[in-house]
T-cell receptor, first 112, second 113 residues
Framework: KNQVEQSPQSLIILEGKNCTLQ??????????LRWYKQDTGRGPVSLTI?????NTKSNGRYTATLDADTKQSSLHITASQLSDSASYIC???????????FGKGTSLLVTP | NAGVTQTPKFQVLKTGQSMTLQCAQD?????MYWYRQDPGMGLRLIYY???????DKGEVPNGYNVSRLNKREFSLRLESAAPSQTSVYFC????????????FGDGTRLSIL
């Protein structure tokens, strides 16, 4: 069964600090991996999409890495801001079909 | 640029009532999706439409029907609502290609008593 596991479940950091979120997956055959940010009461917004051949991709202060051999990805947030408080969702797509496999998300709280 | 618009934003129903959730996108996307999001779970696909006139069942289609009215609009209908369908429902759309991002609406929060 295709699965996407995220850790930690929740995280609290001080404003200005960096943090890294983890994603492990068993989806096969692999097509691409996405990171989404979901603010409370809003829909998810795409941060990055990486295919098999890409091992890093940045979007401003967000940098995602992918190790397709170990089936792991991370999302690094640099110099966190209060507006980074949100749920971060890892999503993995398989080559077959259209369905996306969603992780349960990591809830990040950035405090002053 | 509105993106994906969902209506209503909130709704309370009684068990057995019917309701249609509306979704429209203005990005000229072919593909549209309906998901539900429940506490402690990842988003789960209810139905998918690859293009106008086509629909496919997702992971959790039971109790739901959909209509792809035209390229812009994709509606989700609950014929006889049940408490287990209390959830937040998200509509999304995407362009052609496996690596295109899905653009989500802000959801409909549905409570069934």
């Amino acid at each position: 069964k295709n699965q996407v596991e995220q850790s930690p479940q929740s995280l609290i950091i001080l404003e200005g600090k960096n943090c890294t979120l983890q994603c492990n997956y068993t989806v096969s055959p692999f097509s691409n991996l996405r990171w989404y940010k979901q603010d409370t009461g809003r829909g998810p917004v795409s941060l990055t999409i990486m295919t098999f051949s890409e091992n890093t991709k940045s979007n401003g202060r967000y940098t995602a890495t992918l190790d397709a051999d170990t089936k792991q990805s991370s999302l690094h947030i640099t110099a966190s801001q209060l507006s980074d408080s949100a749920s971060y969702i890892c999503v993995v797509s398989a080559l077959s079909g259209y369905a996306l496999n969603f992780g349960k998300g990591t809830s990040l709280l950035v405090t002053p | 640029n509105a993106g994906v618009t969902q209506t209503p934003k909130f709704q309370v129903l009684k068990t057995g009532q019917s309701m249609t959730l509306q979704c429209a996108q203005d990005m000229n996307h072919n593909s549209m999706y309906w998901y539900r999001q429940d506490p402690g779970m990842g988003l789960r696909l209810i139905y998918y439409s690859a293009s106008e006139g086509t629909t496919d069942k997702g992971e959790v289609p039971n109790g739901y029907n959909v209509s792809r009215l035209n390229k812009r609009e994709f509606s989700l209908r609950l014929e006889s609502a049940a408490p287990s369908q209390t959830s937040v429902y998200f509509c999304a759309s995407s362009g052609q290609g496996a690596s295109q991002p899905q653009h989500f609406g802000d959801g409909t929060r549905l409570s069934i008593l």
